[in-house]
């Protein structure tokens, strides 16, 4: 693996994880708080799960492209939750 493809697996599993987590809690937006929070927090713990399971497989490939994976996965998920939810 290199740094171009890194990035790019990286870039691409943030935003489909980003994206299924957006869904989710847009979909819960009118549900009652305890329903609504509780999803956001497995949504979270989702992200910080698949993020160690990432580094798991990758933990034998050098460091700088573990880094960028990591960077780009975790930049690529915050990119959906920039723009508020709305009913």
Do not use: H
Request: aromatic share 14%.
């Amino acid at each position: 693996m290199n740094l171009l493809s890194a990035f790019l697996l990286g870039s691409a599993l943030g935003s489909i994880n980003g994206f299924i987590c957006r869904i989710l809690l847009k979909k819960n937006l009118d549900k009652s708080d305890k329903k609504f929070f509780s999803l956001f927090f497995m949504c979270l713990f989702y992200k910080l799960l698949f993020l160690v399971l990432s580094v798991l497989i990758l933990r034998y490939e050098k460091s700088i492209i573990l880094i960028i994976y990591c960077l780009s996965l975790i930049v690529s998920q915050l990119v959906f939750e920039l723009k508020p939810l709305k009913k």
